[in-house]
């Protein structure tokens, strides 16, 4: 069975962290692109951090500096360290691969996991 199954999140108070973790399984090869992503009823999904093949990481300006995505070793696995948690930060958070391109304007990515939830409050 093909699938990327997310593990991680909860609840978190503000200028706390989370860990997100996320491993994919019955794929035949190992994807170009992974990648967190996150929605919050009512707004489109967004790309929050991107990391290709090469560990060539991209992340959206708003978690610049207070995220760390990082990917295993088999390129199956993929974590997201979130620290310095803000409010805005709550939302669900998808796993998410394709092969390509890994990060532009309104990126999407072809397959992704069923989420995870992340609370952030004040």
């Known amino acids: 069975q093909k699938e990327l199954v997310e593990s991680g999140g909860g609840s978190a108070q503000a200028g706390g962290s989370l860990r997100l973790s996320c491993a994919a399984s019955g794929y035949t090869y190992p994807f170009y692109c992974m990648g967190w992503f996150r929605q919050v009823p009512g707004k489109e999904r967004e790309a929050v951090a991107t990391?290709?093949?090469?560990?060539?990481?991209h992340y959206r300006d708003s978690v610049k500096g207070r995220f760390t995505i990082s990917r295993g070793n088999s390129k199956n696995t993929l974590s997201l360290q979130m620290n310095s948690l803000q409010v805005d930060d709550s939302a669900t958070y998808y796993c998410?691969?394709?092969?390509?391109?890994?990060w532009g304007p309104g990126i999407e990515y072809k397959y992704s996991g069923q989420g995870t939830q992340v609370t952030v409050s004040s």
């Open positions: 990391i290709d093949y090469n560990n060539y990481t």
């Open positions: 998410a691969a394709d092969w390509g391109p890994c």
